[in-house]
């Protein structure tokens, strides 16, 4: 299983320059690499037993395969394998399907790695990739939301380099397990940049204006997958230090709270999924334990619900209103929305009830308050308008292949908690639905609250990091845990 893994690493990136070598195979190429990553992932299920592997001794590679790692993993390959379907017809280069295909190996190599400098190396190249793709359609606008990206991600990286540093000058190793015993400002600095790629919290409010303003692919790549590699060393981190837990629980109720403060307000389709990745991220966060069967079924979800989103007649609420869509198209709206909202019969419903039950008491009622406010969220697409057109929307056969991958996918989920369809479990998602759906009709509808997006702006970011990293350090200070 070692040399596999190695190839399994190694391999997109191989791929992806042979692509740019043989263009005429780009996409089967690239849809190669994704049905490895598919396979490789249900491998590690069927395995069980943890993996690790240790590569040049304590300051080399340190790398941990296991059911966390699988669900991460899978959720990668379904991704990417839905988005190719999506590209298929398209006239993307095969520029487009090699930055796709390296895009995944990095993800991929963020998922297995359990050292920070290895974390580092992967989350650069997952900028670089990522920054490539957004800029992909060469507009001036796509280049400058692309280099807003790129210069947000390097300065958070630079923070969690020196915090990697100076974990290592404290225990001569990169090993996660280094935390225990490092000084506050290191533990900080380190979270600072993984918070930051991760999309959390306040860190995290370049989100919306880069998912938002991609293309539709490429938001799904975003959000499905790529801010997730920020996330889970914050996970992995929690689980192997229970002086990490606490922290990373709270960024977890707090980035729920604040980025479904900004969704239920928000007019326009792709914000208002961007501000809800945020607030999902949250979720993946508030119970580390579960945390893998939460980001799949938050990543197959939300890729979905960007690449519907795209093909919608208006991004503005208030315009589809007056522009009924098409019925075919409304029908996977409203599954996906099923999903994010936990209505049973779907993965989300599983994740919600499996991330309920190991929450500590402190963070109920904010995570319920998070969860009335997706139902509120997504009741702005399950109300649209809809009706069976006659000038239907012009959708390729693609973009049904990717829709019934991910919506499937939601399905098949279920498999991993089916012990959740309980009368209690169905009954309380069933009602903060209920109440969501109530308060969006008769209050959210109605209202015409527009909040500012001063907050976004480029200056502001780079000053939440500032703002971000004494937050840390005082909390990291207060842990006697943490003290050398």
């Known amino acids: 299983m070692t040399n ?242 606490p922290i990373v629980r709270f960024f977890g109720v707090s980035t729920a709270l604040l980025g479904v403060g900004y969704a239920v307000f928000e007019k326009d389709t792709k914000r208002m999924l961007a501000f809800h990745t945020i607030s999902q991220l949250g979720f993946v966060l508030a119970a580390p334990v579960v945390a893998g069967f939460y980001a799949l079924t938050h990543g197959l979800v939300k890729s979905a619900l960007f690449l519907i989103a795209g093909v919608l007649p208006s991004r503005n609420f208030k315009e589809l209103q007056y522009k009924p869509i098409d019925n075919q198209i409304w029908v996977a709206l409203v599954i996906a929305s099923f999903s994010i909202s936990g209505f049973p019969l779907l993965s989300g419903f599983g994740a919600k009830v499996l991330t309920s039950k190991n929450l500590l008491p402190w963070q109920v009622v904010g995570m319920n308050i998070a969860a009335v406010g997706t139902a509120i969220s997504f009741a702005k697409f399950i109300f649209l308008p809809h009706q069976e057109n006659e000038e239907k929307i012009k959708v390729k056969l693609g973009f049904w292949w990717a829709i019934v991958v991910l919506l499937g996918g939601l399905i098949v989920a279920n498999a991993f908690y089916y012990e959740a369809y309980t009368l209690k479990n169905i009954i309380k998602p069933l009602v903060s639905i209920a109440i969501g759906w109530l308060a969006y009709l008769f209050i959210f509808k109605k209202l015409a609250i527009k909040i500012p997006r001063v907050v976004e702006e480029f200056d502001h970011l780079i000053g939440f990091m500032s703002f971000m990293l004494i937050l840390l350090f005082w909390i990291v200070w207060t842990q006697s845990d943490f003290s050398i």
Not at 67 to 73: D, E, V
């Open 4 to 245: 596999i893994t190695i190839i399994w690493m190694a391999l997109p990136f191989f791929i992806g320059f042979v692509i740019y070598l043989l263009p005429k195979l780009d996409r089967f190429l690239a849809l190669g690499i994704a049905l490895v990553s598919t396979n490789y992932a249900l491998a590690i299920f069927v395995e069980q037993s943890p993996l690790n592997i240790q590569l040049l001794d304590n300051f080399g590679v340190t790398l941990i395969i296991d059911q966390l790692s699988g669900f991460f993993i899978i959720t990668n390959a379904i991704v990417t394998l839905a988005v190719i379907f999506y590209c298929w017809s398209s006239e993307k280069t095969a520029f487009f399907y090699m930055q796709i295909v390296i895009l995944h190996g990095s993800v991929n190599a963020t998922f297995i790695c359990a050292d920070f400098m290895s974390v580092y190396v992967a989350l650069e190249v997952i900028g670089i990739a990522a920054f490539l793709l957004v800029a992909y359609p060469r507009t001036d606008r796509s280049i400058w939301v692309g280099l807003r990206y790129l210069f947000v991600s390097n300065t958070a990286m630079l923070f969690y380099l020196v915090g990697a540093v100076l974990v290592y000058k404290a225990h001569h190793s990169f090993y996660f397990a280094g935390l225990r015993g490092s000084p506050p400002e290191a533990i900080a600095l380190i979270f600072l940049g993984l918070l930051s790629k991760g999309g959390i919290f306040v860190s995290g409010l370049w989100l919306p204006l880069t998912h938002s303003e991609s293309q539709s692919p490429v938001s799904a790549m975003l959000s499905g997958v790529v801010v997730k590699a920020g996330v889970f060393p914050l996970v992995r981190c929690a689980l192997m230090l229970e002086e990490i837990d």
